[in-house]
């Protein structure tokens, strides 16, 4: 039984957290459409500020991995 | 790297000034600075002014801007043709170009007058073609001497045609003929035939009722209809074969005079924006001041040149780059061939500032590795190197094209040299085909601990550089408080990085009191360096290395898409459909694994490892130079 909640916590480590890190880049992303249709030039500065919520996902996945390897 | 940069400053007498600026503009390596409070000292300031353009100058500029205006009015006369390289000097025969010009203006002016003449002819007749070429069938089946004669009109819908019958019938007492027929643009038109007595009478009572009548040019309206007929075709013809014959002359003029009048057009661009540049320089009672940059590999250049062509009258002098100038050098990046197309990454960023650091190596030695390290199989890499060398054939002239080509040759190489490491060729069922039974340092799929840590050591190593280098950054433009940050920073984050180490029994657990007295004593200089913020950027650093755990996040999910491509190609039971399938899953897979690990990468660099020690908002350097 034990074994399910380790995995079960684990899943929800990476899960929720790549919900969220989904969320933020929906939101950013649609903003950063908008803004390089104005200003192209701005186009590195768009994908930094896209890539910035994957940080979740990966401390997400680096949880789970703490879970299941403990 | 950033190239570095000399302040110069160009001194000589006011007549030589346009000179000294042409030279400057034919060696392309001299920015000029309209802003002197850097070049000039305070007291002297109010010695110095603005250079105003005298008498002759100013009378040249606007002899320059006429003739330009002129030739291209002249242009506007003439076809576009392809046009001969033209090598003349116009600067000693800009009077002859001028008197030249004057008549040929005129004649070519003269040229489309009649042209634009004979075009609004061609339109009427146009007009009245559609008429008659109506109504000819009908017109000349009938006698000259009849006695008929023939009213053209035209009726604005079907419905009036009925209207108009009553009418005629009305006033000729049933003596016409309506004809109506449907011209080529779709209007309806009548041609009404009756006794020439009558049609006085009858041409009266449709004007009353505004039913328009076809009028014809002064020299058509005595003629008989068929020789109307005639007459417009011929002259249809003589208009046509007029325009053609002009537009012939215009085509011979353009091919025999186009290239030079070009050529002195682009002369005197070149000579008025000469001119415009002077409105940025300076002057005293005697000579003038040019102020400006100049990159210092370039500088032995450009003094030689100088005092070859001017001797000792014009000077060049080097100042000292002052503290406050810092943000105004402008910056150009110099690399070596093999760096060089990685500035294609540093160009979607702004510029760095002067006195920092050009990330461009950088990022040339570490994404390549760890665009490797994330794909990390011999056999993906093997089909990108034979890409990149297609696509680098393919798009020699390219210049952005080209650079991506090197920097997927680049990266593929290094996916070889991981793919071999890790024991992957197209996963790992290609690999122990090849005899690949286990990787050479280890199995991605086994050891995800150990490639977790893996990952974590090159983010950690990677971090530090950044700090590092922005440590040395902070001490060239003299930051003092930043540059002790950012030390304070390298010194926490290896104490804890020792600290979880000595707790994990890795390195003796004797360090474990003595580094955290050393944290401890680092609060202090952390804060005072950083602020009351200072914690959480320490925190952010750490955070930053975490992130690098992608490095083995992605590519172990590249390497279970290999894996899932292979299990679906054996599931099938035959060799054909499991080849075909594995081609399509291998495919997808590589399209993915061009397009992840560049993404990460990238963002490994710009918001991990830039944030450290890149100042951005560096000026580009723009010498001044033709066109």
């Not at chain 2, 290896?494 to 580094?515: A, D, G």
């Not at chain 2, 710009?606 to 890149?614: A, C, D, L, R």
């Amino acid at each position: 039984m034990e074994k399910v909640y380790l995995a079960l916590a684990a899943a929800l480590a990476v899960g929720l957290s790549a919900l969220a890190t989904a969320w933020a880049q929906s939101k950013i992303g649609s903003a950063g459409a908008g803004t390089l249709a104005e200003k192209p030039e701005l186009s590195g500065t768009v994908i930094i500020l896209v890539a910035i919520p994957e940080t979740m996902v990966i401390l997400g996945f680096v949880v789970a991995i703490t879970i299941l390897t403990m | 790297m950033i190239a570095r940069m000399v302040k110069i400053e160009i001194v000589g007498p006011s007549e030589l000034l346009l000179e000294v600026l042409s030279l400057l503009r034919d060696l392309e390596l001299f920015q000029i600075e309209q802003d002197i409070t850097g070049f000039v000292a305070a007291e002297d300031r109010d010695k110095v002014r603005p250079l105003l353009l005298d008498e002759k100058t100013m009378a040249e500029r606007i002899y320059c801007e006429d003739l330009r205006a002129r030739i291209d009015e002249l242009f506007a006369c003439l076809p576009r043709e392809e046009m001969r390289q033209s090598y003349l000097d116009p600067g000693d025969v800009l009077e002859s170009v001028n008197e030249t010009l004057q008549r040929h203006s005129a004649l070519c002016r003269e040229w489309c007058r009649k042209r634009e003449e004979l075009r609004t002819e061609l339109a009427e007749l146009g007009g009245d073609s559609v008429f008659l070429g109506a109504l000819e069938p009908h017109v000349t089946t009938i006698a000259p001497d009849s006695g008929l004669d023939f009213i053209g009109v035209t009726i604005r819908e079907p419905a009036a045609v009925a209207e108009l019958m009553r009418t005629l019938a009305r006033l000729t007492g049933g003596r016409f003929q309506l004809l109506t027929v449907k011209a080529e643009d779709g209007t309806l038109i009548g041609l009404i035939t009756l006794e020439k007595d009558l049609a006085a009478k009858v041409r009266g009572i449709l004007g009353e009722q505004h039913v328009p009548e076809m009028t014809f040019p002064p020299e058509l309206a005595r003629m008989p209809f068929p020789e109307k007929i005639r007459h417009l075709r011929t002259r249809t013809a003589e208009v046509t074969a007029g325009i053609a014959a002009i537009d012939e002359e215009l085509a011979r003029f353009a091919r025999r005079w186009g290239a030079i009048y070009a050529r002195v057009r682009s002369w005197l661009d070149e000579r008025l924006a000469l001119l415009g540049n002077t409105a940025h320089l300076h002057r005293t009672g005697m000579c003038f001041f040019i102020h400006g940059w100049t990159p210092a590999a370039d500088v032995p250049r450009l003094t030689g040149e100088i005092r070859t062509k001017f001797g000792g009258a014009v000077l060049v002098e080097e100042k000292q780059i002052l503290e406050q100038d810092l943000d105004l050098v402008p910056v150009t990046l110099r690399n070596p061939p093999l760096f060089r197309p990685f500035e294609l990454f540093a160009r979607l960023l702004p510029l760095p500032r002067y006195a920092s650091f050009d990330p461009t190596p950088f990022i040339a030695v570490c994404f390549p590795l760890f665009f490797g390290m994330i794909l990390g199989d011999a056999g993906y890499g093997l089909v990108l190197l034979i890409l990149a060398l297609i696509l680098g054939r393919v798009f020699r002239q390219r210049e952005t094209a080209r650079d991506a080509a090197r920097i997927l040759l680049f990266s593929s190489c290094y996916t070889i040299l991981f793919g071999i490491l890790y024991g992957e060729f197209f996963g790992e069922v290609g690999a122990g085909l090849l005899g690949m039974k286990e990787g050479f340092i280890v199995e991605r799929r086994q050891a995800i601990v150990p490639m977790l840590c893996f990952a974590l050591s090159v983010g950690l190593a990677h971090i530090l550089l950044g700090l590092l280098l922005g440590f040395i950054t902070a001490l060239r433009r003299k930051t003092g408080r930043e540059a002790m940050f950012k030390l304070v920073n390298i010194l926490a984050i290896l104490c804890l990085v020792v600290l979880v180490l000595s707790r994990m029994e890795i390195v003796p657990r004797l360090l474990t009191r003595p580094l955290a007295l050393i944290l401890i004593f680092l609060i202090p200089f952390l804060f005072f360096s950083g602020g009351v913020l200072a914690p959480l950027e320490l925190l952010k650093s750490i955070g930053n290395i975490v992130s690098y755990a992608r490095i083995m996040a992605i590519g172990l999910a590249s390497l279970l898409l290999a894996r899932v491509a292979n299990r679906f190609a054996g599931m099938t039971g035959n060799v054909v459909t499991g080849v075909l399938l594995a081609v399509i899953f291998h495919a997808v897979n590589i399209v993915l694994g061009v397009f992840s690990p560049t993404i990460h990468a990238l963002r490994l660099h710009y918001v991990e490892f830039y944030s450290k020690f890149m100042v951005p908002g560096g000026r580009k350097f723009e010498p001044l130079r033709k066109g």
